[in-house]
Protein backbone atom coordinates (compact mmCIF):
# COMPACT_ATOMS: atom_id res chain seq x y z
CA UNK A 1 0.00 0.00 0.00
CA UNK A 2 0.91 3.48 -0.35
CA UNK A 3 1.39 5.73 2.62
CA UNK A 4 0.71 9.83 3.18
CA UNK A 5 2.57 11.46 5.69
CA UNK A 6 2.23 15.46 5.37
CA UNK A 7 5.66 17.30 7.37
CA UNK A 8 4.35 20.42 8.75
CA UNK A 9 6.70 23.58 10.24
CA UNK A 10 9.22 23.37 8.09
CA UNK A 11 11.52 25.96 7.02
CA UNK A 12 11.42 28.50 3.83
CA UNK A 13 14.29 28.05 1.62
CA UNK A 14 15.97 25.07 3.79
CA UNK A 15 17.27 22.04 2.47
CA UNK A 16 16.40 18.65 4.14
CA UNK A 17 17.35 14.75 3.44
CA UNK A 18 14.94 12.36 4.29
CA UNK A 19 15.69 8.42 4.89
CA UNK A 20 13.02 6.30 4.46
CA UNK A 21 12.43 2.46 6.01
CA UNK A 22 9.39 0.01 5.47
CA UNK A 23 7.73 -2.08 8.22
CA UNK A 24 5.68 -4.47 5.68
CA UNK A 25 4.22 -7.59 7.95
CA UNK A 26 6.98 -7.64 9.81
CA UNK A 27 9.20 -7.27 7.23
CA UNK A 28 11.75 -4.19 8.16
CA UNK A 29 14.29 -3.18 5.16
CA UNK A 30 17.23 -0.87 5.55
CA UNK A 31 17.19 2.95 5.68
CA UNK A 32 17.01 4.29 1.95
CA UNK A 33 19.81 6.20 1.15
CA UNK A 34 18.78 10.01 1.36
CA UNK A 35 15.92 12.13 -0.48
CA UNK A 36 17.03 15.68 -0.73
CA UNK A 37 14.50 18.28 -1.46
CA UNK A 38 14.28 21.87 -0.91
CA UNK A 39 11.58 23.70 0.97
CA UNK A 40 9.55 26.87 -1.51
CA UNK A 41 10.36 30.29 -0.77
CA UNK A 42 7.18 32.15 0.13
CA UNK A 43 6.85 35.70 0.48
CA UNK A 44 3.21 37.51 0.85
CA UNK A 45 1.83 39.87 -1.53
CA UNK A 46 2.40 42.49 -2.27
CA UNK A 47 6.51 42.23 -3.25
CA UNK A 48 8.84 45.24 -4.08
CA UNK A 49 12.54 44.55 -4.32
CA UNK A 50 14.50 47.60 -4.54
CA UNK A 51 18.14 46.46 -5.62
CA UNK A 52 19.60 48.24 -2.55
CA UNK A 53 23.07 47.14 -2.91
CA UNK A 54 24.66 44.33 -4.85
CA UNK A 55 23.79 41.35 -2.34
CA UNK A 56 21.29 38.91 -4.83
CA UNK A 57 18.07 39.54 -2.46
CA UNK A 58 16.85 35.85 -0.70
CA UNK A 59 14.80 33.58 -3.09
CA UNK A 60 16.26 35.36 -6.17
CA UNK A 61 18.46 33.12 -8.03
CA UNK A 62 20.63 34.69 -11.56
CA UNK A 63 23.40 33.55 -13.42
CA UNK A 64 23.75 37.60 -13.79
CA UNK A 65 25.59 40.03 -12.26
CA UNK A 66 24.15 43.10 -10.45
CA UNK A 67 25.73 46.42 -11.44
CA UNK A 68 24.91 49.94 -10.78
CA UNK A 69 26.73 51.36 -13.49
CA UNK A 70 25.18 54.44 -15.15
CA UNK A 71 28.14 53.64 -17.79
CA UNK A 72 26.73 50.66 -18.74
CA UNK A 73 22.94 51.47 -18.71
CA UNK A 74 22.71 55.16 -18.10
CA UNK A 75 19.70 56.44 -15.79
CA UNK A 76 20.59 53.90 -13.70
CA UNK A 77 18.32 54.87 -10.14
CA UNK A 78 19.33 51.34 -8.25
CA UNK A 79 21.12 48.04 -8.86
CA UNK A 80 19.92 46.24 -12.02
CA UNK A 81 21.04 42.89 -13.53
CA UNK A 82 23.39 42.96 -16.30
CA UNK A 83 24.11 40.83 -19.25
CA UNK A 84 26.11 41.41 -22.07
CA UNK A 85 24.74 39.49 -25.45
CA UNK A 86 28.04 38.85 -27.02
CA UNK A 87 27.89 35.56 -29.40
CA UNK A 88 24.88 34.18 -30.83
CA UNK A 89 21.92 32.31 -28.49
CA UNK A 90 23.28 34.18 -25.51
CA UNK A 91 20.95 33.25 -22.83
CA UNK A 92 20.06 34.01 -18.96
CA UNK A 93 18.13 32.97 -16.56
CA UNK A 94 16.05 35.01 -12.73
CA UNK A 95 14.17 33.52 -11.47
CA UNK A 96 12.24 35.24 -8.25
CA UNK A 97 10.71 33.77 -4.74
CA UNK A 98 7.30 32.41 -5.14
CA UNK A 99 4.89 35.54 -4.22
CA UNK A 100 1.36 35.15 -2.93
CA UNK A 101 -1.32 34.60 -2.47
CA UNK A 102 -2.38 36.62 -5.45
CA UNK A 103 -5.36 39.34 -4.95
CA UNK A 104 -7.03 40.85 -7.22
CA UNK A 105 -5.61 43.75 -8.80
CA UNK A 106 -2.18 42.56 -8.28
CA UNK A 107 0.50 42.92 -11.28
CA UNK A 108 3.70 42.02 -12.05
CA UNK A 109 5.76 45.32 -13.19
CA UNK A 110 9.52 45.34 -13.52
CA UNK A 111 12.09 47.93 -15.17
CA UNK A 112 14.36 46.81 -17.68
CA UNK A 113 16.65 48.21 -20.26
CA UNK A 114 18.76 47.86 -23.40
CA UNK A 115 21.76 49.52 -24.59
CA UNK A 116 24.12 48.11 -27.41
CA UNK A 117 27.19 49.60 -27.78
CA UNK A 118 28.24 48.84 -31.06
CA UNK A 119 25.12 49.11 -33.31
CA UNK A 120 21.54 50.14 -33.74
CA UNK A 121 20.52 46.58 -31.81
CA UNK A 122 17.92 45.76 -34.44
CA UNK A 123 16.80 42.56 -34.07
CA UNK A 124 19.56 41.59 -31.10
CA UNK A 125 17.37 39.03 -29.14
CA UNK A 126 14.63 38.69 -27.16
CA UNK A 127 13.77 39.52 -23.35
CA UNK A 128 11.02 36.60 -22.74
CA UNK A 129 8.81 36.71 -19.32
CA UNK A 130 7.11 33.78 -17.71
CA UNK A 131 5.34 33.03 -14.87
CA UNK A 132 4.89 29.85 -12.66
CA UNK A 133 2.07 28.33 -10.25
CA UNK A 134 3.41 25.03 -9.65
CA UNK A 135 6.77 26.46 -7.59
CA UNK A 136 8.58 26.51 -10.93
CA UNK A 137 7.66 23.04 -12.41
CA UNK A 138 6.53 24.60 -15.19
CA UNK A 139 6.21 28.01 -16.49
CA UNK A 140 4.25 29.82 -19.72
CA UNK A 141 5.46 32.65 -21.06
CA UNK A 142 3.41 35.97 -20.73
CA UNK A 143 5.82 38.66 -22.14
CA UNK A 144 8.42 38.63 -25.22
CA UNK A 145 10.29 41.50 -25.56
CA UNK A 146 12.04 42.50 -28.46
CA UNK A 147 15.51 44.05 -28.08
CA UNK A 148 15.78 46.93 -30.51
CA UNK A 149 17.53 49.85 -30.89
CA UNK A 150 18.84 51.64 -27.43
CA UNK A 151 15.49 51.55 -25.51
CA UNK A 152 16.66 53.13 -22.62
CA UNK A 153 14.27 52.23 -19.23
CA UNK A 154 11.46 50.59 -20.17
CA UNK A 155 8.87 49.10 -17.44
CA UNK A 156 6.76 45.70 -18.35
CA UNK A 157 3.36 45.07 -16.41
CA UNK A 158 1.36 41.95 -16.45
CA UNK A 159 -2.09 41.95 -14.66
CA UNK A 160 -2.35 38.96 -12.21
CA UNK A 161 -6.03 38.80 -12.03
CA UNK A 162 -6.23 35.30 -13.37
CA UNK A 163 -3.98 34.00 -10.89
CA UNK A 164 -5.92 35.14 -7.58
CA UNK A 165 -5.46 32.67 -4.69
CA UNK A 166 -2.74 31.23 -6.06
CA UNK A 167 1.21 31.73 -5.55
CA UNK A 168 3.22 33.14 -8.81
CA UNK A 169 6.79 32.17 -9.19
Known amino acids: G ?3 ISF ?6 TIYN ?3 KS ?3 GYTSTWSSAHTF ?4 LIPRPWFEPFSTSTVPVGITSDLTLSNSATIMPGAFTYYFQRNLVGAGATSTTTT ?5 IAAG ?5 NYGYRNYYADGTGTGNLEVFLSTDYGSNYTSIGLIPLE ?5 QTFEYPLNSYVGQNVK
Open 18 to 20: LYL
Open 8 to 13: NNLLQN
Open 149 to 153: ANLGW
Open 23 to 25: NCS
Open 2 to 4: VST
Open 97 to 101: MNVGP
Open 38 to 41: KTEY
Open 106 to 110: DFLSF
